[in-house]
């Protein structure tokens, strides 16, 4: 018996090593947090900025005054945005996109997380980042302007 536990230890050391064992690691990890964020939301805060005014500037966007705010009034709409990020792409690390909108997932008055939209960065799709630029991930800009149409009205 210990030489299968000193075994499995020799093992585990072996493959936590491995640059695609980390990846696969950090991805099973950055989408759990995502989906465990999306799961325990029961209201979703989206705020639209002057991209004109982001463009050219480094940082927060929260200091800034948005131009439109739009809010989660149902469940439905929640599971919505959920399902936005069917065959989304999850990417890694994004250096220096662009922030046009803020996303922040909120449990009652707890805020769960603060995700970032770049719609500049691709003709057809959108980038939505975690805060630390982390990782993102990148989806069809017509379901991300069909769910921003859903939630105005």
Sequence with gaps: MKRYFVLFLVLFFILSCSNKTQNTIENIFDNFSFNTTLSNSSEIIIKVYDSTITHN???????LIPLKECKTKTN???QD???IFENAEKTGYCCCPVSTYSI???NKKD???LFYVDTLEFKNKVRIFEGSFQYS???EKQKWKKYLKEIEN
């Excluded at 500037?57 to 200091?63: F, I």
């Design 76 to 78: 439905q709409q929640i």
């Design 137 to 139: 991930y990148i989806i």
């Design 81 to 83: 945005f959920k399902n």
């Design 104 to 106: 922040l997932f909120f």
């Design 111 to 113: 805020t769960l997380a």
């Design 57 to 63: 500037r480094s940082g927060s966007l929260e200091s």
